[in-house]
């Protein structure tokens, strides 16, 4: 393995970082009914167990910084790794409901570390042409980890072993961890240290003769500046990078906000709220949003080279924003056979268009860009941490949301879903992202 070309081990270290954060927030999805009768939880301890994950992003991304000072990115990423395969196990043998909540909490302390470093160090290791590549696998490998999760999950709930998913959360850590330390520093890292000679090995690995010069050269003019918490911060509010750091902070803060939270972890209650076909009807249905995901995923890939980036986020977000609506109307006012059908078609939808516009060019907006691109990369990973953390207490209230009301049963397929408990949540987030891009 040691053999792999620099691009190779980036496109390896991509595909496990993405795999990380994809299985690890959709991994209770197909399993929560059982987590939830074992532990006899109530709404609320469900949110709590459930959102645990994101709190712990939230945390992961904002200690991202100070702690990659010292050891690197490569240090911080491998222990990242390390503390994913501990909180996975830890998950899986979880005796109680406050244990598997804390479980989940360093996992996603794990996922925020990873979610705020591995764009900011692929993006420095890769060429300007292999960067969107490098960034589209990462987003790819995330959709598929999902799909991997909802089948493995649908197994795993027909046969009450909801704790293997656990297991099977600590293998892309355990590949993050090995894959990490094949990566070489970062040309900055070696040019601070005063190895110019292997910065200039290192790019021309990733890079072509003309763009290592001119990167080179770059790095050079800058090197005497400082490079401490404060210059990051002083980059980032510098008059000539404001325009790229509000286009990736933008980027990051959109991925989370357009509702994406709801569908991954809720998406089998949502649809056995909507009377689809009961329990197993909407474990089905939830494993079609997997693999339409991935399907539009990799769709992605050519429109985004055929229609470019404004277009997709355009059309996608606006996309979003009806679906969320229409899948809204139907559970609260519609029910019964016709709005449970008409609910799954306006989530796929949904999915459809995150993934050929906000899902991955939350990734390319983040890592490309030659004005202040490291301090650019640094807040929108930081950025995109803290929106993933900031769905949290909303997939809490979603969660307790479509639980039934105390003492009542939904009576699927007869009723709006509003007898059941359900609020009027869905929707908003899309359509605050629309207004806000476009006002």
């Given amino acids: 393995m040691t053999r792999l070309t620099l691009h190779q081990r980036l496109l390896v270290v991509a595909s496990a970082g993405g795999a990380l954060f994809g299985y690890s927030i959709s991994a209770m999805n197909q399993t929560l009914e059982e987590v939830r009768s074992e532990f006899r939880l109530s709404s609320v301890e469900q949110g709590i167990v459930v959102s645990a994950l994101v709190a712990g992003c939230l945390v992961g991304c904002l200690a991202a910084g100070a702690v990659t000072d010292r050891p690197g990115r490569r240090a911080v990423l491998s222990a990242a790794g390390a503390v994913g395969i501990v909180a996975a196990l830890l998950c899986a043998v979880a005796p109680a409901a406050w244990f598997l909540a804390g479980g989940r909490f360093i996992l996603g302390l794990a996922v925020g570390v990873t979610s705020a470093i591995a764009p900011v160090l692929l993006g420095e290791l890769a060429s300007a042409q292999a960067r ?61 240290q005063g190895r110019d000679d292997q910065a200039l090995h290192v790019l021309r690995a990733g890079r072509s003769a003309v763009e290592a010069e001119q990167e080179y050269a770059f790095l050079r003019a800058t090197r005497g500046r400082p490079t401490g918490r404060r210059t990051t911060w002083q980059a980032i509010l510098d008059r000539e990078n404001r325009l790229p750091v509000a286009i990736a902070v933008g980027a990051g803060l959109m991925a989370a906000l ?182």
């Fill in 132 to 192: 969107g590549s490098v960034m589209m696998v990462y987003q790819l490998a995330l959709t598929v980890a999902i799909l991997a999760a909802l089948l493995l999950g649908l197994e795993q709930a027909a046969a009450h072993q909801w704790r293997w998913m656990f297991v099977v959360n600590a293998l892309p850590a355990a590949v993050l961890l090995i894959s990490v330390r094949l990566l070489p520093l970062t040309p900055g890292v070696l040019m601070a």
């Fill in 258 to 439: 357009v509702g994406i939270g709801a569908v991954v972890y809720y998406s089998t209650l949502v649809f056995a709220t909507a009377g689809v076909g009961g329990r197993l009807g909407a474990q089905i249905a939830s494993l079609s949003f997997g693999i339409v995901n991935v399907a539009a995923s990799v769709a992605s890939l050519w429109l985004i080279r055929r229609y470019g980036r404004r277009p997709l986020l355009s059309v996608g977000l606006a996309g979003m924003a009806t679906a969320l609506t229409v899948s809204a109307i139907c559970l609260v006012a519609v029910g019964g056979s016709v709005g449970g059908a008409v609910t799954v078609a306006a989530v796929l939808i949904f999915v459809i268009c995150f993934a050929f516009s906000a899902g991955p060019l939350t990734w390319l907006c983040t890592v490309t860009g030659r004005v202040g691109r490291r301090a650019a990369a640094q807040a929108a990973g930081r950025a995109a941490g803290m929106a993933a953390g900031s769905v949290g207490p909303g997939t809490g209230t979603v969660g307790a949301a479509v639980r039934p009301a105390p003492g009542r049963r939904p009576r699927v397929g007869r009723e709006p879903a509003r007898a059941a408990g359900v609020r009027p949540t869905a929707g908003v987030p899309a359509v605050g992202a629309v207004a806000i891009l476009h006002g």
